[in-house]
């Protein structure tokens, strides 16, 4: 029986998904693939928290249905991180909740938040997520065009001036995946008084807070005096201590907000599993050295990913902040675009990397490239794309005259 389904038919299909089953060919045929695709950490979680997991298991109590708001001690460490970090003050039973990652607290957000036809404004390129997740929910989507030479208050005003209805959120990501771009608290001053006038809500995503390189800490949007008002923020372990796969995030500031994530969340899951909470805490609470260890290693593969890039006859922008690099394609590529490029490259080079068409339209012409391989896999990558930007001009008139393998 065939059905169209309302929610599916307006998913296009997942562009990864082909970069992915490309990636799987190769691999079957024996080929080395040095994957820069996704931004999956390849480092350790630090060894106390580890422990703590371990130890936490041992507990006959522990395996039980957890909360699905999160345990307490969890929340009052994730209060004191905010106090101490951003010197911002969070009621852990009013303005904190434990997600399953941020990606499902703000799936989750959009489903309680939004109604079919509500207008959502998301920066473009973004995080698939930031709009997929209310596409899902019912709502109509506009983008804000984000990178070099956009002004984004202005974007933001017309967007608002030219919406029916008015916007209910806007979605903002800084430093942001995938372009790393940051800003700074001027920045979310503006947009907290933008907000605060039109009354629309800000979902603000500072999943990457601690992977900064030059020296000045990306702020918090609850920063802001009023914030709380208009906004919540949505943060996460995953890269910060290496957690990705632990599935551990939270979602702090505006109460209504959180009431009514804690209230969808209430139907549809227990919370995390209660020894990965209790290890969450475990690394909010204790030694904070791993951060500046990883930070340093990402700092490290930045500059040799930037460096080999260059010699290659490639440049492309030092990041200054995230685990991401964000960069136009070579010039000889511009006409045949970022996908077909990512496909090319994965082929010629053995080099998987993310075409930038999978983050919005306005990621056309750009790839993402991931810095979750160590440095001596990075220097072999950027040999063969040294190799393969020398084959460019075949290879793209093998493609135009359909002769390519």
């Known amino acids: 029986m065939e059905q169209d389904f309302y929610r599916i038919k307006r998913l296009p299909p997942y562009v990864f998904a082909e970069v992915n089953a490309m990636k799987a060919k190769e691999r079957a045929a024996g080929a080395d693939i040095i994957d820069f695709g996704m931004g999956n950490p390849d480092l350790v979680p630090p060894q106390h928290v580890i422990d703590k997991l371990t130890e936490t298991l041992k507990n006959p109590k522990v395996h039980r249905y957890s909360t699905s708001r999160g345990i307490p001690g969890l929340r009052r460490a994730l209060s004191a991180y905010y106090a101490r970090r951003f010197m911002v003050d969070i009621d852990p039973e009013s303005e904190s909740i434990v997600t399953l990652g941020s990606k499902e607290g703000l799936a989750n957000l959009a489903q309680a938040i939004t109604a079919p036809g509500d207008v959502i404004l998301v920066p473009n390129p973004s995080y698939p997520i930031h709009h997929f997740g209310f596409i899902i929910a019912g709502a109509t989507i506009r983008h804000l065009p984000v990178g070099t030479g956009q002004d984004f208050i202005e974007e933001l005003t017309n967007a608002v001036k030219h919406s029916i209805p008015k916007p209910t959120a806007l979605v903002i990501n800084f430093p942001s995946n995938p372009t790393a771009q940051v800003v700074d608290l001027d920045f979310y001053r503006e947009i907290v008084a933008f907000a605060r006038k039109y009354e629309i809500y800000i979902l603000s995503d500072l999943a990457y807070a601690e992977i900064y390189f030059d020296g000045t800490p990306p702020p918090s949007i609850l920063q802001v005096p009023g914030a709380k008002d208009v906004a919540i923020e949505f943060t996460s372990l995953s890269k910060t201590y290496s957690m990705a796969g632990w599935r551990m995030g939270f979602a702090v500031g505006n109460r209504e907000l959180i009431a009514a994530l804690t209230r969808v969340k209430s139907y ?138």
């Open 268 to 405: 549809v899951d227990y919370g995390a599993f209660t020894p990965i909470q209790v290890a969450a805490t475990a690394a909010l609470n204790g030694p904070q050295d791993y951060i500046d260890y990883a930070r340093g290693v990402y700092k490290s593969r930045r500059d040799v990913l930037v460096r080999g890039l260059a010699d290659g006859g490639w440049d492309i922008p030092s990041p200054a902040a995230t685990m991401f690099a964000w960069g136009r394609i070579p010039e000889i590529w511009r006409d045949i675009g970022s996908m077909e490029f990512t496909k090319q490259l994965l082929k010629h080079a053995h080099v998987a990397v993310s075409p930038g068409e999978g983050f919005g339209e306005y990621g056309e012409g750009f790839v993402r490239i991931a810095l979750v391989e160590n440095e001596q896999r990075i220097r072999q990558a950027t040999r063969n794309i040294k190799k393969f930007m020398a084959d460019s001009p075949q290879i793209i008139a093998r493609l135009t005259k359909g002769t390519a393998p």
